[in-house]
């Protein structure tokens, strides 16, 4: 139900207008909130009070009130006086409770449909039956699935849904411990740059305001409900494989994963196979510090021998040296495309053997 910070507060509003002590107590007679040190046991009270009909009751100088949600008994209001005036406020009080208890609801029961889209849980039928009582439209959406470092705690989503949660399009919700995750309504952003400022900014307020290091990843749009949970998938996987093959980035969109995407879903066994085809049973030797940095380098420049070259401060020969030992050791010329091609994927399909066995196949720095 709502939340006892929400309800004190509540309480202690109605108290300064009315001048009147109040106290909350759910339907087992448990006080929730109150703005008065209770000393009296009210338990027993309270109970028989819910049980019976009487929708308000006075008792030991104090009026008692039914608050109903969905014709059901969900808390008990104790105003703290028995004047006219009292039972007044208490039944404007219980108005006030009530709406407050009933846009609860319907915000939870929104946020549980929300989660069973995402999970996959809903026969499409009832998703659009639901849909529209919750007044949800069908329009273009993408999930954000914002991965916190360590676990989460109530500050980190409170601080999405600042951001997020006050518009009716947007979706904030969790399905785990580590997880937050944004259905984001995209029809006011027409691009992947826009996108990718919607998970840029996620990140940056994660560091700012929270103090804590997060990965976004994100799915591909999607305009169908049921196509909500495609969407969430591809954000997961944007997330796992952005941790292999693109370590360095803090936000990864699964349309951007290229290669990477189907070397993540390649069998254990066939990737051990391929590795021993191209390197041998010599792995570790190939991957010198040297050796790491000038193969990066140089594919960072498209293999742009002079480029490269500058770059790493070295004299063109000596480059070309490194480059042919290089070939020499594992028989692929990686200045040709073909086998730059191949090595490429190699070191992909190495850095996804690491992460999957958790150790580090090659040596060097800034390789996983």
């Not at 944004?182 to 998970?199: F, H, Q, T």
């Not at 804590?212 to 998938?233: A, C, H, P, W």
Request: proline share 1%; glycine share 4%.
């Amino acid at each position: 139900m709502l939340s006892i910070h929400k309800i004190q507060i509540t309480l202690e509003e109605m108290k300064d207008i009315s001048r009147l002590d109040m106290a909350l107590y759910n339907e087992r007679g448990k006080l929730v909130a109150a703005t008065f040190d209770q000393k009296e046991d009210l338990e027993e009270a309270v109970v028989n009070f819910a049980e019976s009909m009487a929708e308000s009751q006075m008792l030991a100088g104090s009026h008692f009130f039914k608050v109903l949600v969905d014709d059901e008994v969900a808390y008990i209001l104790l105003v703290k006086s028995s004047t006219e005036e009292a039972y007044m406020v208490g039944k404007l009080a219980v108005c006030q409770i009530r709406n407050l208890a009933e846009a609860y609801r319907e915000q939870f029961d929104r946020n549980n449909f929300i989660q069973n889209i995402l999970l996959g849980n809903m026969l499409v039928v009832d998703m659009y039956n639901k849909a529209r009582k919750f007044h949800i439209e069908q329009t273009e959406r993408v999930v954000y699935v914002v991965e916190v470092e360590g676990k989460k705690d109530t500050a980190i989503m409170e601080l999405v849904r600042g951001m997020f949660g006050s518009s009716t399009k947007d979706f904030v919700t969790e399905v785990d411990e580590q997880n937050i995750i944004l259905v984001k309504d995209v029809r006011e952003l027409p691009d992947e740059a826009a996108l990718a400022s919607v998970a840029k900014m996620l990140a940056d307020n994660m560091h700012s305001e929270a103090m804590v290091r997060v990965r976004v990843g994100y799915g591909n749009r999607v305009v169908n409900l049921q196509d909500i949970s495609r969407s969430y998938q591809e954000a997961k996987m944007a997330i796992e494989v952005g941790k292999i093959f693109y370590a360095d980035m803090e936000t990864v969109s699964y349309s951007k994963l290229g290669i990477g995407r189907l070397i993540y879903q390649i069998p254990m066994s066939l990737c051990e196979m391929f590795i021993r085809e191209v390197f041998g049973e010599d792995i570790p030797k190939i991957f010198t510090e040297e050796n790491v940095v000038t193969i990066q380098k140089f594919f960072e420049n498209n293999l742009n021998i002079s480029e490269t070259a500058r770059q790493l401060y070295v004299h063109r020969n000596t480059l070309v040296y490194r480059l042919e030992r290089l070939e020499k050791a594992i028989g692929l010329d990686i200045r040709r495309f073909d086998d730059a091609m191949t090595f490429k994927i190699a070191m992909m399909v190495l850095s996804h053997m690491s992460y999957q066995q958790g150790t580090n196949l090659m040596r060097g720095p800034d390789v996983d």
